[in-house]
Antibody, heavy 125, light 111 residues
């Protein structure tokens, strides 16, 4: 069965960086994009960006450009999301999600069929 | 402020039907497919509907989706107490700042 298992909770000081991992199993890791989505406490879902594990290509939300880096290690089927220059507003649960995407005549089909369990990142001095 | 607009909350009695709306624009819902996610308290989101109206394996047919123009709707019939959750719509936005977008979420209360 498809599983995405994320690394454990982190506590960081403002200005530091955090790197969250997402280990995939149950499918061919390089066949599906991985997206990252975060959720502050009591708030909605916020899309951060995508990574193609096969090519390593990435695309980031404008809000995170320059601060986020998404990478992968295909030998261990693991994706990573690193966020730098952390501030208190970055305190949130970070999710990785396997992504199904296709461009059809009627538009983009883009959805997340499996999610990791989430990683709480707390930014506090 | 979310790109897609959902009502903050809806409620209905067990056994009843409820609908949740999701409003967007031509750069997102109007020209792309919509998905819906259920998030039970303290858990990760779960895919309910994809490509506007398709259900993944294991999702009961009590859940349905539709799209018209720049709006989409999630319908839930035969409400159960276990359906109490937050529901999010999502899609791709094809504007200059292309990327995934979500609604702000709707809290469903089963009275």
């Amino acid at each position: 069965q498809v599983q995405l298992v994320q690394s454990g909770a982190e506590v960081k000081k403002p200005g530091a960086s955090v790197k969250v991992s997402c280990k995939a199993s149950g499918y061919t890791f390089t066949s599906y994009d991985i997206n990252w989505v975060r959720q502050a406490t009591g708030q909605g879902l916020e899309w951060m960006g995508w990574m193609n594990p096969n090519s390593g290509n990435t695309g980031y939300a404008q809000k995170f450009q320059g601060r986020v880096t998404m990478t992968r290690n295909t030998s261990i089927s693991t994706a990573y999301m690193e966020l730098s220059s952390l501030r208190s507003e970055d305190t949130a649960v970070y999710y990785c999600a396997r992504t199904r995407r296709m461009r059809a005549v009627a538009g983009h089909s883009y959805y997340f069929d499996y999610w990791g369990q989430g990683t709480l990142v707390t930014v506090s001095s | 402020q979310s790109v897609l607009t959902q009502p903050p909350s809806v409620s209905a009695a067990p056994g009843q039907k409820v609908t949740i709306s999701c409003s967007g624009s031509s750069s997102n819902i109007g020209n792309n497919y919509v998905s819906w996610y259920q998030q039970l308290p303290g858990t990760a989101p779960k895919l309910l509907i994809y490509d506007n109206n398709k259900r993944p394996s294991g999702i009961p047919d009590r859940f349905s989706g539709s799209k018209s123009g720049t709006s989409a709707t999630l319908g839930i019939t035969g409400l159960q107490t276990g359906d109490e959750a937050d529901y999010y719509c999502g899609t791709w936005d094809s504007s200059l700042s292309a990327g995934g977008v979500f609604g702000g979420g709707t809290k469903l209360t089963v009275l």
